[in-house]
């Protein structure tokens, strides 16, 4: 039974006046729910289990043995070697670059400070990753049966961001998930939620024909619902690991760290990378010591416009049912936390001694010319391509400029000038190219839109009207628009008009999120149209298809859809030859999707899967006129 946004969204607002009620039912239900997806799992395995034992003592008591019994038994035991691997799960490590206690004396004693503080486990691993983030991760050595394997994983960049009395409270929020000092069970859910998910990926990873009719009911009713039930409790736990953090390191220190984290978050996304990348215009070389450059970055205060707009919209962010991780003014309150002016001075101030620089001690260099090193050399290749790309770009912006003071441009040219044109010599310059354009063509997407945004950044209205006309004609652009015109009223103090257009950002933000559900399955009770792909296109794919060997027919069609029918979803199914010997039958299946999906020059999104086990959905498909596309010679 799978659930739709709208759905979910009002089964939590159910359960959180449930939860609130009657709390210890609530966690009761939860606790049922987590017991019974491992009661069935189990219980499958006891069952297979059976199946050996019954098979051996057959074969050991029977007085003899025909083809026709030897059969069954060979059936039953791929049956039952089937069903052991499905459930056989891996849980591979995550990655990061490991830190030794010898390395890092100051950090393995802060984590244990806080682990003793806290009653929560010791960790095994620390490991450093290029990610504004901190993370507790914990791996089962045995799959289902668990044996944790404790994991702290910590960004450089956020330890570059943060003072230590900051990450330190973050590592107590952290740490706070799984803390026997307060709910020791909202602990034992936030683990099973993070095991159930990689149980459920797992099992969809490794399933085939046997283990997908086993599971896959069962998980398609099970999943959604845990999910819901557990949403609310996880929810609830982000507080809890707040309040731990509160008791370990202040209110102060905790709620300056969550300012602080949404703040230099977007400033390295939006300020400092794209400066680092801006410098593929003129450097055929990507910088050598660009985490150098970070540190130096975030230890100074950030100009105060920059910092007031990334708050601002940290702020006027609201929580939602995408995310456990309640919104920032949500934890604000909680916390009982009022920013002021004169605080927020502070928290932005200069960085004498970062986290990084406390915990990290001398090895901090190494540190970031390793991560420095290990950017350089993954960017290198796509830097030195860019650079090119830019060095043509300008050459073609120099003979348009050149052609048309000889004659008018097409339309496609004057729009690929005056994009050049802002990307080389700036806005002013774009201005009247732009503008010259939408002249030619009112409604110009591209045109209003990228005139719409120079226009606000002047602080001029009349940029609005332009913006507006290009979400009307491209809905992918609705979110972001609306956005970039209420960060423009919010600076006008223009507070009621703002709310409207973040009210219509996150009403077709819910559309988008119906819209991808939509699209992330294909179901034999979905509806179905013919493809309308024209024969040239269909040809094409025909021939793909054709050097697959073990593909017998193949189905094209489009899915039917509720919310922006006008982005078709094209859906291709394949049949294959299979073997009841085959030994890796699903990794073969998701390497032929692979496959297909890098290979697929289809207008439109495209959902492929193999139709093996979906015989009552080939029947559906084969009345859809000229759905089938390709059948092998030979095969009927």
Not at 114 to 132: E, G, M, V
Not at 166 to 177: K, P, W
Not at 342 to 349: G, P, S, T, Y
Not at 535 to 559: F, G, M
Request: hydrophobic share 40%.
């Amino acid at each position: 039974m799978a659930f739709n946004q709208e759905r979910f969204d009002r089964l939590i607002q159910k359960l959180e006046v449930f939860a609130n009620k009657q709390p210890h039912l609530y966690k009761l239900h939860v606790a049922f729910l987590a017991t019974l997806g491992y009661a069935y799992i189990f219980l499958v395995l006891a069952l297979t289990l059976g199946l050996v034992v019954g098979i051996v003592f057959l074969m050991l008591n029977a007085p003899s043995v025909n083809a026709s019994s030897l059969k069954a038994i060979v059936f039953l035991l791929v049956f039952a070697l089937v069903l052991v691997r499905s459930l056989w799960v891996s849980f591979p490590p995550p990655t990061g670059l490991p830190l030794q206690p010898q390395d890092v004396s100051n950090l393995y004693s802060l984590t244990n400070e806080i682990s003793s503080k806290l009653k929560a486990p010791r960790f095994h691993h620390i490991l450093l990753t290029n990610n504004f983030n901190a993370a507790v991760v914990q791996r089962p050595r045995l799959g289902l049966l668990g044996w944790q394997q404790n994991y702290l994983i910590v960004g450089l960049p956020l330890m570059l961001a943060l003072p230590p009395e900051q990450f330190r409270a973050v590592l107590a929020h952290e740490l706070g998930h799984l803390s026997g000092n307060h709910s020791r069970f909202g602990g034992w859910i936030y683990r099973q939620r993070q095991t159930w998910y990689r149980i459920i990926k797992g099992l969809g990873q490794g399933r085939n024909e046997v283990s997908s009719l086993i599971f896959e009911r069962f998980l398609t009713w099970y999943s959604p619902f845990f999910n819901a039930y557990s949403f609310v409790l996880a929810r609830m736990d982000e507080y809890e690991a707040d309040k731990c953090a509160v008791e370990l390191t202040g209110e102060q220190n905790i709620a300056e760290a969550l300012i602080n984290l949404q703040v230099k978050a977007r400033f390295l996304e939006r300020y400092f990378w794209s400066s680092i990348y801006k410098q593929v215009e003129t450097e055929i070389e990507p910088p050598k010591m660009t985490y150098i450059a970070m540190q130096q970055a975030l230890s100074q205060r950030l100009h105060q416009e920059i910092t007031s707009s990334y708050l601002m919209e940290a702020l006027a962010k609201k929580t939602n049912n995408s995310d456990t991780h309640p919104c920032l003014t949500d934890r604000l309150k909680a916390l009982g936390y009022i920013l002021n002016y004169r605080q927020e001075l502070a928290i932005f101030a200069p960085i004498e001694i970062s986290a990084a620089q406390e915990f990290l001690g001398n090895r901090l260099e190494k540190f970031i010319e390793y991560f420095s090193q290990a950017w350089r050399e993954e960017i290198a290749t796509p830097w030195r391509q860019k650079y090119v790309e830019f060095q043509q770009s300008i050459a073609i912006l120099k003979d348009l400029n050149h052609k048309s003071q000889k004659q008018q441009l097409t339309l496609e040219e004057a729009s690929q000038r005056a994009f050049l044109t802002f990307e080389f010599e700036g806005e002013e310059a774009a201005i009247p190219l732009l503008k010259e354009i939408i002249h030619r063509e009112t409604h110009h997407v591209s045109a209003n839109y990228l005139l719409g945004q120079i226009l606000l950044n002047n602080q001029d209205a009349t940029g609005i009207e332009y913006i507006e006309k290009a979400i009307d004609q491209d809905s992918s652009i609705v979110i972001e628009g609306c956005q970039i015109i209420s960060s423009f009223l919010q600076q006008q103090g223009k507070i009621n008009e703002v709310k409207s257009y973040q009210e219509r950002a996150e009403n077709h933000g819910e559309l988008i999120f119906k819209a991808q559900q939509e699209r992330s399955i294909v179901r034999e009770n979905d509806n179905f149209a013919s493809h309308n792909i024209s024969d040239l296109e269909v040809n094409k794919l025909r021939q793909q298809l054709s050097h697959y060997p073990h593909i017998i027919t193949a189905y094209l069609v489009q899915k039917k859809l509720q919310y922006f029918p006008e982005k078709p979803l094209y859906v291709l199914t394949v049949k294959r030859e299979i073997s009841l010997f085959e030994g890796s039958y699903e990794d073969d299946n998701s390497k032929l999707v692979n496959s297909l999906l890098q290979e697929n020059e289809l207008p439109g999104n495209v959902f492929i899967f193999v139709l093996n086990s979906h015989l009552n959905m080939e029947k559906k498909l084969k009345q859809i006129p000229n759905s089938m596309i390709y059948q092998k010679k030979g095969k009927k």
